[in-house]
């Protein structure tokens, strides 16, 4: 499983021009899904991201977790993450799971970030053309691989 986690000022998912998830101060997280993923990654990550200190305490130091800071959370799925580009100029998305693997485990790890945030999440839809919107605070982004864990 590999998630871009973005903090952001705010974020948004428009689907067919109408706005599907909308927050302000909290993260953004595109999360890839691949075939090998089981309900370990999915409880690791989930407790990974809600707990990633990458907030400013009161020092401007990134010392405070999202849930510490009370902020919001949007998920949303993107199998482009997985994309291998070492062939030719066309990615392939191979590894990226299919929509009957991956619908149930995106749905599973929706459920595991908001029981570790204390609260819902906003989605995105999968499968859906979705223009995501945000304005990324700091810059801060941070990518992770839960077959990287080291």
């Known amino acids: 499983m590999l ?3 973005q903090r952001v000022t705010s974020s948004s998912v428009t689907i067919d021009g109408q ?3 909308s927050i302000n101060k909290g993260l953004l997280i595109l999360v890839g899904i691949e075939d090998a993923d089981t309900q370990e990654d999915i409880d690791w990550l989930s407790t990974k991201i809600v707990n990633l200190r990458i907030f400013n305490d009161a020092e401007g130091v990134m010392n405070v977790s999202v849930k510490e800071d009370g902020g919001d959370i ?3 799925s993107q199998f482009t ?3 291998s580009t070492k062939k030719g100029n066309r990615p392939s998305y191979l590894k990226a799971s299919k929509p009957d693997i991956a619908i149930p485990l995106y749905t599973k790890f929706v459920t595991a970030v908001e029981a570790a945030l204390g609260k819902p999440v ?3 839809e999968f499968g859906a ?3 995501v919107s945000l304005l990324n605070d700091g810059p801060v982004t941070i990518i992770i691989d839960t077959k990287n864990k080291a």
């Open 81 to 83: 993450l997985h994309a």
């Open 122 to 124: 906003q989605t995105g």
């Open 129 to 131: 053309d979705m223009k």
């Open 74 to 76: 949007i998920v949303v």
């Open 19 to 21: 706005v599907k998830a």
């Open 3 to 5: 998630a871009v986690v």
